[in-house]
């Protein structure tokens, strides 16, 4: 009463545990994390086990905007891949699944390692990025995973 006096505040008090207070960076960074997985609790997302992979991580994220992600980067390899015999989106696919191993995509899409290579060149023609670049990788890989439901 007498500090409400003094600063002209009043206020009540109160406190339960040790007198420092406590981080609010583990706080918050807890709270962010189960909304998250209350949010997606309604979707595929149950537990925070499940945020340990890329795949899981971007389950989180509204469908309307992975789609977008998704058309944003494979849009050209989509065309490409309608009016050709050749599926470009598949090669990117197993390319990326081997880590970016020449000889293991031409073995797996059962051609010779050449069409492997022009085929990556082809497609960072068309998206306008660099297979070599890890960067690139990651944000290819991660337009695949945000492909939409049935595709």
């Known amino acids: 009463a007498l500090q409400a006096r003094l600063t002209g505040r009043r206020g009540l008090r109160a406190g339960v545990g040790p007198a420092s207070p406590a981080a609010a960076g583990p706080l918050r ?9 209350l949010a997606g609790a309604a979707g595929p997302i149950g537990s925070t ?14 469908p309307e905007v992975t789609a977008a992600f998704h058309a944003r980067l494979l849009a050209p390899l989509a065309a490409h891949d309608r009016e050709n ?6 090669t990117l696919t197993v390319f990326l699944d081997h880590d970016g191993s020449w000889a293991r995509t031409a073995e797996s899409l059962h051609i010779h390692v050449n069409t492997v290579h022009y ?13 070599a670049r890890l960067q690139d990788r990651l944000d290819l890989r991660a337009a695949l995973l945000c492909a939409p439901a049935g595709r």
Request: glycine share 10%.
């Open 29 to 37: 960074a807890a709270l962010v994390q189960a909304r998250y997985v």
């Open 49 to 62: 086990a499940e945020l340990d992979s890329l795949a899981g991580l971007l389950r989180g994220i509204p």
């Open 119 to 131: 085929r990556i060149r082809r497609i960072e023609e068309l998206t306008g990025r660099n297979l």
């Open 85 to 90: 015999a050749v599926s470009l989106l598949g």
